[in-house]
């Protein structure tokens, strides 16, 4: 079984009505199943998969989505004429998924996806926290600065011009 690292699963998510989704396609290769079966999979478990675990993309978000292979993945395997559009599942409809998809590749392939989630929110967060402490940083030099220029100027200001 292909290990699936976090640049490939990074290069899976798009941003879809400002939330983090993989697309039905890509998750179906994981798993080693057909698109149609996943999908075939989760219709006949409407109630496992609310909005906030699936969304089905309109006309407008197709267009977004092809922006994001255009910049993002650039060789996408995407096709672009499917007779329905593609369901796009969100970090808790992944997790939805190993439920109707019992199979073990299935199982691994969640644990995978899973853990990569957690890596990347936990990238997120020291990000969050590195600029805080930038923030902090920069404050603090701009203070300093401040005090160092007004004492430069007093400085001059009371020193007597020469010609």
Same mark, same amino acid.
């Given at each position: 079984? @292909?290990?699936?690292? +976090?640049?490939?699963?990074?290069?899976?998510?798009? #941003?879809? =009505?400002? !939330?983090?989704?993989?697309?039905? /396609?890509?998750?179906?290769?994981?798993?080693?199943?057909?698109?149609?079966?996943?999908?075939?999979?989760?219709?006949?478990?409407?109630?496992?998969?609310? @909005?906030?675990?699936? +969304?089905?993309?309109?006309?407008?978000?197709?267009? #977004?989505? =092809?922006? !994001?292979?255009?910049?993002?993945? /650039?060789?996408?395997?995407?096709?672009?004429?499917?007779?329905?559009?593609?369901?796009?599942?969100?970090?808790?409809?992944?997790?939805?998924?190993?439920?109707?998809?019992?199979?073990?590749?299935?199982?691994?392939?969640?644990?995978?996806?899973? =853990?990569?989630?957690?890596?990347?929110?936990?990238?997120?967060?020291?990000?969050?926290?590195?600029?805080?402490?930038?923030?902090?940083?920069?404050?603090?030099?701009?203070?300093?600065?401040?005090?160092?220029?007004?004492?430069?100027?007093?400085?001059?200001?009371?020193?007597?011009?020469?010609?």
């Amino acid at each position: 079984m @292909e290990e699936i690292t +976090i640049s490939k699963i990074e290069k899976m998510i798009y #941003v879809i =009505r400002g !939330q983090k989704v993989m697309l039905d /396609s890509e998750l179906a290769e994981l798993y080693g199943v057909t698109t149609k079966r996943l999908n075939e999979q989760v219709r006949r478990n409407p109630d496992r998969f609310p @909005e906030d675990f699936m +969304i089905e993309c309109n006309s407008h978000e197709l267009e #977004v989505l =092809r922006s !994001q292979f255009a910049t993002a993945k /650039s060789s996408s395997i995407w096709n672009y004429k499917r007779r329905t559009p593609p369901m796009l599942f969100t970090e808790n409809g992944v997790a939805m998924l190993s439920t109707v998809l019992n199979s073990p590749t299935a199982i691994h392939v969640n644990i995978s996806i899973m =853990r990569i989630f957690t890596k990347l929110r936990s990238f997120l967060l020291m990000e969050e926290n590195l600029n805080k402490r930038m923030d902090r940083l920069e404050s603090g030099t701009n203070k300093i600065f401040k005090v160092v220029f007004e004492k430069l100027d007093a400085l001059e200001e009371s020193t007597p011009a020469q010609a």
